[in-house]
């Protein structure tokens, strides 16, 4: 049997500007700009943005997001959580990239279900789509931020009734952007002539990806999605679950070398011993089996192993991506070792 995630020959770097982690997230659009266009030049196909309103602190991100790590957790000067950071709405930011960038791929990792209604976010996705002139790459997942669900005054359903509700989203999704007249009937969404004009670009649609490390989530991907994104795995972890994953496509009667897989990881390479050891110790909250830290070839080694594992995709988060050295020698070190 073929097992899904069989990586390319060519992999696909994409830069994540923005997580919920302080130090993780471009605050200034400017710079947001201008990074991404770095990016491109450097070789990464795609810039992707979370969908989160707060940063939150490492400890916190810790309890909120169900994270465990076997390091510390770094507490500020006073032993009080960091003050929230300003963190740009992730949608809006991503339409204006779709101008202030030319060929880079605009993704979302990712959106969650639960802040926008999937029909209307078929329609603002196809919009995207068009503007960018077919660049777009969705991701979503079923949420798991409860603060932040509750400071915004947004209802936080039982995690299975969320996940129900991703599954839903995602055929909602499709019929919107791939059928003449939309009608949909399921337990969380209803359509009746719900007609995307214009349509997409990209056919039959933009690339759809799943967020989630869950079991039903993703089986879910398996079912309705094109690729599955993991947070902070090993190549261990990737290929143990792949047979998992091979199963789950054929319950659906899907090839499994057609389920796409990424990893979502820290990266940020370095010669020093003791630049290292800080980024180790500032992001302790991520476990360590998600962070490639080290030297450029420290670093390589450890994407050619998520590659065997079968990961064709990296979407990196690179700590004060804006201001430090680290995306300027992924790009001239680590990247061009792959795209020569």
């Known amino acids: 049997m073929m097992v899904p995630g069989v990586a390319a020959d060519d992999p696909k770097f994409g830069l994540i500007l923005a997580l919920t982690i302080n130090g993780l997230a471009v605050s200034r659009y400017p710079d947001m700009v201008r990074v991404s266009n770095l990016a491109e030049d450097y070789g990464f196909q795609s810039i992707w943005l979370c969908d989160h309103f ?48 030319t060929r880079i791929r605009l993704g979302t990792s990712v959106l969650c279900n639960s802040y926008r209604h999937p029909s209307v976010l078929a329609k603002m996705a196809a919009t995207l789509d068009v503007i960018s002139e077919g660049r777009l790459d969705l991701g979503l997942g079923a949420g798991w931020f409860k603060r932040e669900f ?43 002539g719900a007609i995307c004009d214009p349509p997409p670009v990209q056919k039959p649609h933009p ?26 795995w090993s190549p261990e972890k990737v290929m143990d679950r792949r047979q998992y994953l091979a199963d789950a496509c054929a ?38 089996t998600g962070l490639i830290v080290g030297s450029p070839q420290k670093c390589i080694e450890r994407i050619n192993a998520y590659r065997e594992a079968g990961i064709d995709s990296f979407l990196f988060t690179i700590p004060d991506v804006a201001s430090s050295d680290y995306l300027h020698t992924a790009g ?4 061009s070792a792959f795209n020569a």
Do not use: C
């Open 54 to 101: 707060l940063t939150t602190s490492p400890e916190d991100y810790v309890q909120d997001a169900g994270i465990t790590s076997a390091g510390g957790v770094p507490q500020s000067a006073t032993g009080a959580p960091p003050a929230s950071m300003a963190l740009l709405e992730g949608w809006t930011a991503l339409a204006a990239l779709a101008r202030d960038t």
């Open 150 to 192: 509750e400071a915004y005054g947004i209802p936080f359903p039982p995690a299975g009734e969320r996940v129900s509700a991703l599954g839903e989203a995602l055929e909602v999704i499709k019929v919107i952007w791939t059928e003449s007249n939309p009608v949909y009937a399921g337990r969380f969404y209803t359509l009746d």
């Open 207 to 232: 690339p759809l990806w799943v967020g989630g490390e869950g079991d039903r989530v993703q089986r879910i991907a398996a079912h309705s999605a094109q690729g599955i994104n993991i947070r902070w």
């Open 251 to 288: 319950e659906v009667g899907r090839d499994p070398a057609t389920l796409r897989l990424s990893v979502t990881t820290l990266l940020a390479p370095t010669e020093s011993a003791e630049q290292e050891a800080r980024v180790r110790q500032e992001f302790a909250s991520i476990p360590e």
């Open 332 to 335: 001239q070190e680590i990247l």
